[in-house]
C-alpha cells in the first residue's frame, strides 16, 4: 500500500507546485489630459504562487508603450512593475487602452491591465473634415467649424485661409469662448474643368499649443448638364469609321446652347453642336477611318453657356486591331 499511496502523493505535489500572477490594481483612470502631455502610470505585478513567475511579453495596444521596470522573473512572493506611457497626441475625448501581460501561470496566462483618459485639446474643432455636396456652380455654399475652447480662455484666431484655393473664403465670428470660422465655397471662382475636389483650411491662432488647426474641406459640384452615355468605347478593326450617339441633357430641363467641342486626338470629332439652345442635344462622336491599330484613351471637352455647367468631359477608349 505505501508505494501505491506514495505515487499518487509526487503528481500531487507536483500540480501544486505553479506560479500565480496577481496585479494590485489591473485598471487606472488617467482623468483629463492634454493633447501634447504624455502620461505614465506604473502597474504593480506579484507572484503570489510557489514557483518562479515568467513574463515572457508585453502586448499594448495602439496608442501606448509598456515595459517592465525591475524583474522578469518574479519568484514567489516578489512584485515588479510595468510601466505605461500613453501618449495623447491624435486621440481626443474618452479614450481606452489596454496592455496584455503573458507569463507562465499556467491557470491565468495573460492578463489584461487597462487604463482610460479623457484626452482634451487647447482647442477642439467641431470637425476636421467637412463635406459639401451638391453645390450649384452660381449658388455659393457656407459651411462652419466650431472652435472650442478646452481651456477656458477665447479662442483667438489669427489668420483663416485655404492656400491655393481662390474659390474657398474664410471669415471668423466669436461666440463666448469659442470661435466660428465660416468657410465659403463660391462655385463661379472655381475652373470650368473641375466638379469635385479636396482643399485644406489652415487656421492659425495665438495659442502656441494649438498654434495650427487644419481643417479639410471636400466638396461637388452639382451636374446640370449631364452625357449619356458619359463614356463612349469600341473595340473594332482599324481601318473603319466608328461612330456612336451621346446625349447631353440639362437635368432641370433649362435651354443652353453648345459652344465649342475640343478632342484630345484628332481622329477624334463631333457632330450636332452648335446648332441654337434646347435641354437636350444630340451629337455624334467619330472616330475617324484613319485612325491606326492601337490602344486610345482620349477626352472629348464640350463647352456650353450654361453658367452651373460651362464644361462637360467625354471619356473616349478604343481598342483598334
Not at 20 to 47: E, T
Request: hydrophobic residues 40%; charged residues 20%.
Amino acid at each position: 500500500m505505501r508505494p501505491f499511496l506514495l505515487s499518487l502523493m509526487v503528481p500531487a505535489l507536483c500540480l501544486a507546485q505553479a506560479p500565480s500572477i496577481s496585479v494590485d490594481q489591473p485598471h487606472f483612470d488617467f482623468g483629463k489630459l492634454y493633447g501634447d502631455a504624455k502620461a505614465v502610470h506604473r502597474f504593480k505585478v506579484s507572484n503570489k504562487g510557489n514557483a518562479a513567475l515568467n513574463i515572457s511579453r508585453l502586448n499594448p495596444s495602439c496608442g501606448c508603450t509598456s515595459t517592465v521596470i525591475g524583474q522578469w522573473t518574479l519568484n514567489p512572493g516578489q512584485s515588479t512593475e510595468v510601466e505605461a506611457t500613453f501618449n495623447p497626441v491624435g486621440f481626443r475625448g474618452p479614450v481606452h487602452k489596454s496592455i496584455q501581460v503573458v507569463s507562465n501561470d499556467p491557470a491565468n496566462p495573460t492578463v489584461d491591465l487597462t487604463f482610460e483618459a479623457e484626452v482634451l485639446r487647447e482647442i477642439m474643432p467641431s470637425s476636421e473634415a467637412v463635406f459639401l455636396q451638391d453645390v450649384q456652380r452660381t449658388s455659393p455654399r457656407k459651411v462652419s467649424v466650431r472652435l472650442v475652447s478646452g481651456n477656458g480662455k477665447p479662442v483667438h484666431v489669427t489668420d483663416a485661409r485655404s492656400p491655393g484655393a481662390p474659390y474657398l473664403s474664410c471669415s471668423v465670428r466669436p461666440e463666448g469662448n469659442d470661435a466660428w470660422v465660416d468657410i465659403l465655397l463660391e462655385g463661379t471662382k472655381i475652373p470650368a474643368s473641375r466638379q469635385s475636389g479636396t482643399d485644406a483650411v489652415v487656421v492659425k491662432t495665438d495659442n502656441p499649443r494649438a498654434a495650427v488647426i487644419n481643417v479639410t474641406v471636400q466638396w461637388e459640384l452639382r451636374a446640370s448638364v449631364v452625357a449619356e452615355p458619359g463614356r463612349v468605347a469600341w473595340v473594332e478593326p482599324a481601318g473603319k469609321e466608328q461612330r456612336s450617339k451621346v446625349v447631353l441633357k440639362q437635368v432641370d430641363g433649362k435651354p443652353f446652347r453648345i459652344l465649342s467641342a475640343r478632342t484630345t486626338n484628332p481622329v477624334l470629332r463631333v457632330e450636332g453642336g452648335g446648332k441654337g439652345a434646347s435641354s437636350r442635344h444630340d451629337l455624334q462622336v467619330v472616330l475617324s477611318a484613319n485612325a491606326k491599330a492601337g490602344m486610345y484613351s482620349e477626352k472629348i471637352l464640350v463647352t456650353t453657356d450654361s453658367p452651373d455647367q460651362p464644361e462637360v468631359e467625354i471619356r473616349v477608349a478604343a481598342s483598334l486591331r
